[in-house]
């Protein structure tokens, strides 16, 4: 395993700003499913919330999402814009329920719109308009951190560290758990991150794919749930 370092404040300011629960995207408003499989009985206790976010790193969401941002960068990096625009692309078509595409989508457009404002380059607006704004969550921050200059390796730890993060305070609220169960719970998940990371890394999206049912299904039903307090 390799190791990238910050070099700058400036780029380490970016990183830290744009993973905060402040950073207006809206996550908070998802639970990727979460609230379906706490009503089921399926999610009820800190284990089977670390089952939860697990599977959605190793599995589902999380794996696809490391890879698109992998690429995102990559292609960002290589100043490749049709490259970028087929990612950007393939992941506005690379999910399986209509909730969850609904997340990776309006996160990506909120976190441009924002980005775009508090930080402008050239490159990212110009990305952002090729898309009219519309461009999956992943991808958008892979190809702000390349422009940026926030190492792959840390930006995409840490964007699959905040997509876990928001799982495990849904499941606070929702089973509910206390706030100390909720850190426990990501305490654990830093082996499954540090996996999730390596896998997004070494990705190749001609032969990538996943099959989570399970977790397709609960964001399937999470659709008619009768009563709820998130978006997916």
């Known amino acids: 395993m390799t190791t990238a370092t910050i070099t700058t404040e400036a780029a380490l300011q970016r990183l830290l700003t744009w993973l905060s629960p402040a950073y207006p995207v809206g996550a908070y408003t998802y639970s990727h499913g979460l609230e379906m499989a706490v009503e089921d009985g399926a999610v009820r206790n800190r284990t089977t919330l670390i089952a939860y976010v697990s599977a959605v790193l190793e599995a589902g ?3 696809i999402d490391a890879a698109l941002l992998t690429a995102a960068f990559r292609t960002a990096a290589a100043e490749d814009e049709a490259a970028l625009d ?4 393939l992941a ?3 999910r399986g329920t209509g909730e969850t595409a609904l997340e990776a989508m309006a996160q990506g ?3 441009l719109k924002v980005t ?3 930080w402008p380059d050239a490159r990212l607006a110009a990305f952002t308009q090729r898309h009219s704004g519309n461009v999956a969550h992943p991808v958008a921050f892979g190809a702000a951190a390349a422009w940026h200059g926030v190492p792959l390796r840390p930006a995409l730890f840490g964007f699959l560290s905040a997509f876990a993060a928001n799982l495990v305070s849904a499941g606070v609220r929702l089973v509910p758990l206390g706030q100390t169960d909720g850190q426990i719970a990501t305490a654990a998940l830093f ?3 540090e996996a999730a990371t390596e896998a997004g890394l070494t990705a190749d999206l001609d032969t990538l794919g996943t099959a989570a049912p399970a977790l397709d299904l609960f964001s399937m039903r999470h659709e008619t749930q009768y009563t709820r307090l998130f978006r997916s």
């Open 92 to 94: 506005a078509a690379w």
């Open 61 to 63: 969401a999380g794996r």
């Open 86 to 89: 087929t990612v950007a692309e």
């Open 191 to 193: 082996p499954v991150l």
């Open 109 to 111: 457009s909120a976190f």
């Open 116 to 118: 775009n404002a508090a």
